[in-house]
């Protein structure tokens, strides 16, 4: 029984994908169950994570998204088993039950950006009715599952849109969005934006999808892409607002922490992995998973998905989502 794996180079900098053969699982312990993998979603493997975590072999499992036969859930980070294999070894405490309704794809291309998207508007910014939220980049898969919890708790969304076939299809959503700020040409100021549209008062919550901490000159050309500079994002925040950032070199200077301290704002760094770094939480994170599954069925989330990938072409796929290249969620179907 084959598995899909990476390896890092010398350099850490390059990755291989590779199947290799994998030995028969062991017998199954207690409060672990076999799972017959039915699809698996395909995310960004993040290697830095894994060097400062010591976690040093010379092969890595590749998917962790899975959905089987009767249970469904996120392989931890130090799991031995890749999702990208028919069957696996998993402990209960990382699975919830699938409804009958979601499909085998949906349930694995949605779990980790719902889980994302909990961890970012419930448990970082206390989103509430009534609340403004901006979502950086809303037409990406995850996006788009922000956008939709958020609207579902009652909030006032606005999101940037960087291509005009982003800025249509978050124009199509239902319910509407706010407003959307096309920044695809470089010329719009999203601070102007979001201060129009609230009347100067500034949002209460700001999703980001990674921000620009010098100036143009200074900030190297892959960096750009048209991203909003951290002094944006700080003078688009409201008072008592809250930016939750998925930026983990985030630098500020003096005087960015004391208009912070005027506002009264926090600052919170997205890292949906701390639920399965410590087991104290353990129960919030099961409750996450089992409430992203009712969401998926009663059709609050209606996740991005790509067409089905088969597992020959695995590993094509995943070089395209390792360099972040792809808009749709990507699944592979067993």
Known sequence: ????????????????????????????????????????????INTKLMAEMK???????????????????????????????????????YLVHKPEKVTWTEAAGTIRDGVRAYTALHYLSHLSPGKSVLIMDGASAF??????????????VI???????????????????????????????VAESCLEETGGLGVDIVLDAGVRLYSKNDEPAVKLQLLPHKHDIITLLGVGGHWVTTEENLQLDPPDSHCLFLKGATVAFLNDEVWNLSNVQQGKYLCILKDVMEKLSTGVFRPQLDEPIPLYEVKVSMEVVQKNQGRK???VQF
């Open 159 to 189: 999101s940037t849109a960087c291509s005009l076939e982003d800025k249509q299809f978050l124009e199509r959503l239902r319910p509407s969005i706010a407003r959307v700020i096309d920044i695809s040409n470089g010329k719009v100021h």
């Open 143 to 156: 996006g788009t599952i922000a956008i939709q919890l958020a609207h579902h708790r009652g909030a006032k």
């Open 1 to 44: 029984m084959k598995g899909l794996y990476f390896q890092q180079s010398s350099t850490n900098e390059e990755i291989t994908f590779v199947f290799q053969e994998r030995e028969n699982l062991p017998i199954t312990e207690d409060n672990f169950v076999k799972l017959q993998v039915k699809a698996c979603a395909l995310s960004q």
């Open 329 to 331: 969620k990507q699944v």
């Open 55 to 93: 976690m040093k072999k010379d092969f890595f499992p590749v998917g962790r998204e899975i959905a089987g036969i009767v249970l469904e859930g996120i392989l931890p980070l130090d799991s031995e088993d890749p999702g990208l294999c028919e069957v696996v070894r998993v402990h209960e405490h």
